[in-house]
C-alpha cells in the first residue's frame, strides 16, 4: 500500500548535504511542510539501494509531478563521483551564464551539444530545447497573446476567438495558411511570481515591512512615508489592514534587442516594482517583476492600458 510522506522530510533524509537547489524548489513550488496525502498525492516508499524513489504518483496533480522530477534532477550527481553540481543545479547556472551574457538559443544548443559529446556519461541535456522543458518546470515560462497592430485590443479572455479587431477590423493574422498573428504581446503570469515572494522564507518577511518597520524620525525614505501611500491607506482600509497585499509601481521604457539604432524595431518590457519590501531591497534588480513585453515602434502612451488588460484580470 502506497505511503505517504511530508515533502519537508524527503528532502531532510535523501538529500545529504542538502543542497540550494532543493530550497529554490521548495521555494518555487511552496510545498514546505505541507503534508501531500492531503493534497491526494502519494508515492511509493524509498528503497535500500535508491536514495531517493519518485514511484508513481496517484491522481492528476502536475504541479505535483513538475515538483518529484525538479527534486530527483536536484539529487542526481552530473556524473558519477560529482558532489559539487547536481543535474538540476549544473543546468540553472548554465542557463544564468546564458541571460547574463544574453546569449541565443542557437549557441546554447551548439554548447550543450560539445559538452554532451565531450562528456558521454554527464547528464546534460541534448539541445537548449530539452534543457528549457526542464527550467520551465520551475515557473520561468510566459503567455503569447495575440494583440490588434493598432493597439486597439487583445484577443484575450471573451475575445480570443475573434478574426479582426473589434475596433479598427483590422485582420488579425498576418499568414492566413500559417496562422501567424500580426503582433504578439508577451505576458508573464503575476500570480505565481507573487505567491513566490511569500513562499520563499527569504522575501516572506520583507513583504511585509512596510507596516511593521516604524518610522521614527518621520522623513520620507520610502513610498510608504507619503502622503499619497497614507491617502490611499484612508481611500481603501479593508485593503490596507492586511501588510501581506502587495503594492506595485509600474514602470516602463523602450530598448532595441539588435543593438543597430538603424533597425527600426523597438520592444517596450513592462517592469513591476514590489513597494511592500525595504528601499534597500524594493529597487535592487533581483526584486523587479517583468510582467510583460510589448513590440512597437513608438512609445504605448494612453494605449498601454490595453495591454494591462491580462494583469488586471489575473
Given at each position: 500500500m502506497p505511503q505517504t510522506f511530508h515533502s519537508t522530510h524527503v528532502i531532510e533524509e535523501t538529500l545529504q548535504p542538502q543542497d540550494l537547489?532543493?530550497?529554490?524548489?521548495?521555494?518555487?513550488?511552496?510545498?514546505m511542510g505541507n503534508n501531500i496525502n492531503e493534497l491526494g498525492v502519494s508515492y511509493e516508499p524509498m528503497n535500500s539501494e535508491e536514495t531517493f524513489n519518485k514511484g508513481h504518483i496517484y491522481g492528476h496533480n502536475e504541479e505535483y509531478a513538475k515538483f518529484y522530477e525538479l527534486v530527483e534532477d536536484g539529487n542526481q550527481p552530473l556524473y558519477e563521483g560529482c558532489v559539487k553540481y547536481s543535474k538540476l543545479s549544473f543546468l540553472v547556472k548554465l542557463y544564468h551564464i546564458k541571460c547574463l551574457c544574453r546569449m541565443d538559443d542557437k549557441a546554447m544548443s551548439m554548447i550543450l551539444e560539445l559538452l554532451k559529446d565531450a562528456f558521454k556519461d554527464a547528464k546534460i541535456p541534448v539541445s537548449f530545447y530539452e534543457a528549457k522543458k526542464t527550467i520551465?518546470?520551475?515557473?520561468?515560462?510566459?503567455t503569447k497573446i495575440h494583440a490588434c497592430p493598432n493597439d486597439c485590443m487583445l484577443y484575450f479572455g471573451e475575445d480570443e476567438g475573434l478574426q479582426e479587431c473589434k475596433k479598427c477590423k483590422t485582420y488579425r493574422w498576418k499568414d492566413n495558411k500559417k496562422k501567424q498573428p500580426t503582433k504578439i504581446l508577451r505576458y508573464f503570469p503575476l500570480k505565481p511570481r507573487l505567491r513566490r515572494l511569500f513562499m520563499c522564507s527569504k522575501t516572506a518577511e520583507s513583504m511585509r515591512?512596510?507596516?511593521?518597520?516604524?518610522?521614527?524620525?518621520?522623513?520620507?525614505?520610502?513610498?510608504?512615508?507619503?502622503?499619497?501611500?497614507?491617502?490611499?491607506?484612508?481611500?481603501?482600509?479593508?485593503?490596507?489592514?492586511d501588510p501581506r497585499n502587495v503594492r506595485l509601481?509600474?514602470?516602463?521604457?523602450?530598448?532595441?534587442?539588435?543593438?543597430?539604432?538603424?533597425?527600426?524595431y523597438s520592444i517596450w518590457p513592462v517592469v513591476l516594482i514590489p513597494?511592500?519590501?525595504?528601499?534597500?531591497?524594493?529597487?535592487?534588480?533581483?526584486s523587479f517583476i517583468l510582467s510583460m513585453i510589448i513590440p512597437r515602434k513608438q512609445m504605448p502612451g494612453n494605449d498601454i492600458d490595453v495591454y494591462l488588460l491580462p494583469l488586471i484580470k489575473s
Open positions: 537547489m532543493v530550497t529554490m524548489v521548495n521555494d518555487a513550488f511552496g510545498f520551465n518546470k520551475l515557473g520561468l515560462n510566459y515591512w512596510h507596516s511593521s518597520a516604524g518610522n521614527q524620525d518621520g522623513l520620507m525614505r520610502h513610498p510608504r512615508d507619503s502622503q499619497a501611500w497614507k491617502a490611499f491607506d484612508l481611500l481603501y482600509p479593508e485593503f490596507a489592514i509601481d509600474l514602470a516602463s521604457d523602450s530598448f532595441n534587442p539588435f543593438r543597430a539604432m538603424a533597425t527600426n513597494y511592500n519590501r525595504p528601499p534597500w531591497e524594493c529597487m535592487k534588480q533581483t
